[in-house]
C-alpha cells in the first residue's frame, strides 16, 4: 500500500487514516496502537457487559478512588449543603 506523505505523517503521529477496500470502509492504524487496544475489543465488552458487571465496575472503581474515605462522606448530603433540601430538583 502506498501512501501519501500527508498519510504517512499522519501515521507517524500516531493518527489513523481511513481507507476504502473494495468499498469497505477500515482505518489503518499502526501495530504497536493496535496491539495496545486489540486486547479491549477481544474481551467482547459491548453486549456481554449486564448491569450487575457495571455495578460491579462502579463499586470497584469507587473503592480505588478513596469513597470509602470518610472525609467523602459529605458527598452523601451534598444536595442538602449546596441547596439547603434534598429533594430539591435539577
Keep these: 500500500m502506498k501512501l501519501t506523505k500527508e ?24 501495530k504497536d496502537i493496535y496491539t495496545k487496544i486489540s486486547g479491549d475489543i477481544s474481551k467482547g ?8 458487571d457495571l455495578r ?18 459529605i458527598y452523601n448530603d451534598y444536595d442538602t449543603v449546596i441547596t439547603g433540601s434534598k429533594n430539591h430538583a435539577r
Excluded at 7 to 26: H, K, L, N, W, Y
Excluded at 56 to 73: F, G, Q, V, Y
Design 7 to 30: 498519510q504517512a505523517e499522519a501515521i507517524s503521529r500516531g493518527e489513523e487514516i481511513p481507507v476504502d477496500i473494495e468499498g469497505t470502509e477500515c482505518i489503518l492504524i499502526r
Design 45 to 52: 465488552r459491548s453486549d456481554e457487559v449486564t448491569e450487575e
Design 56 to 73: 460491579k465496575l462502579l463499586t470497584r472503581s469507587c473503592e480505588s478512588s478513596d469513597w470509602n474515605d470518610p472525609a467523602m462522606d
